[in-house]
């Protein structure tokens, strides 16, 4: 079973992928409490749905799991699951807990 | 306003655009009726953000190419899904008003950022046209991609709503787009 460590490497991964983008003076800080999308994030549409396919992808390659993090699911929550690396963590982990 | 986001380093991998507000304008006047070119705005302010385009509109055939996307503010979206909710809104015209089964377009490959969003939108790869386009100095492939209505629905729609959701809290919405047909 997939670890929030190993999830939390995942989205850092992603984030980086967008640093690999970005001026070196728009880096993204990347940690646990990264904003990821919501008000005070410096991501838009476009580079959150670079982040959620890199982890879709990387939880199917590295580990798997067929996960869809953009769903119905996602709008039940009384919190978004984008709105940083720790709620995005705790997502992935919740939906791939029963796979 | 839309000349200089047509020549900002973001609409680098677009066509190249006109170079001078005469040209812009005339370009804007010329128009045909088988399209239409909205400007996006924040729906809290009015703020003008971006455009985008449903042209090539065939009633027959019923099919249109979403195109002439671009985010021409982009400090002002961080954080708010004004792409998400500009494209759910084209589509809605072209699937749900216009009643077309198809958009279409392409994609240069050198642009993965697009390439991913329309892929994870429901777009479907459907070919590849080489050296098509000769952009920032070189020439590159296209990527031709293709939505049916059913894809829409099944695939689109869920994501989009999902995306839309996760900037509820943001303090600026975007609005119906501004209708420059």
């Given at each position: 079973m997939i670890t929030g460590s190993q999830i939390e490497a995942i989205i850092f991964a992603a984030l980086a992928a967008l640093n690999a983008e970005r001026a070196p003076d728009d880096q993204i800080e990347i940690s646990e409490?990264?904003?990821?999308?919501?008000?005070?994030?410096?991501?838009d549409s476009l580079q959150l749905v670079s982040l959620i396919t890199d982890v879709e992808v990387a939880l199917n390659t590295e580990h798997g799991l067929e996960v869809s993090l953009a769903d119905d699911r996602a709008l039940e929550r009384s919190q978004s699951p984008y709105t940083t690396v720790e709620t995005l963590r705790d997502y992935v982990l919740e939906l791939t807990q029963g796979t | 306003m839309t000349l200089r986001w047509r020549q900002a380093?973001?609409?680098?991998?677009l066509n190249r655009g006109a170079q001078t507000v005469a040209e812009q304008a005339a370009w804007i006047a010329a128009r045909p009726p088988s399209e239409y070119n909205f400007v996006i705005e924040l729906l809290?302010?009015?703020r003008p953000v971006g455009m985008l385009s449903l042209t090539d509109i065939d009633l027959v055939h019923r099919r249109a190419e979403p195109g002439r996307f671009l985010i021409g503010e982009t400090e002002a979206v961080q954080g708010i899904p004004v792409a998400v909710e500009a494209m759910k809104l084209l589509y809605e015209l072209a699937f749900d008003r216009l009643a077309l089964i198809r958009v279409y377009g392409t994609v240069a490959a050198d642009n993965p950022l697009m390439l991913k969003w329309q892929k994870y939108l429901g777009m479907k790869e459907e070919g590849r046209l080489r050296s098509h386009y000769f952009l920032n100095g070189r020439f590159q492939d296209a990527i031709c991609l293709g939505l049916l209505v059913a894809e829409y629905r099944a695939v689109t729609l869920p994501r989009m709503r999902a995306l839309i959701a996760a900037g509820h809290a943001a303090p600026d919405r975007p609005s119906d787009s501004t209708e420059n047909r």
């Open positions: 409490k990264t904003l990821l999308f919501g008000a005070g994030s410096r991501l | 380093e973001r609409a680098a991998l809290a302010t009015g």
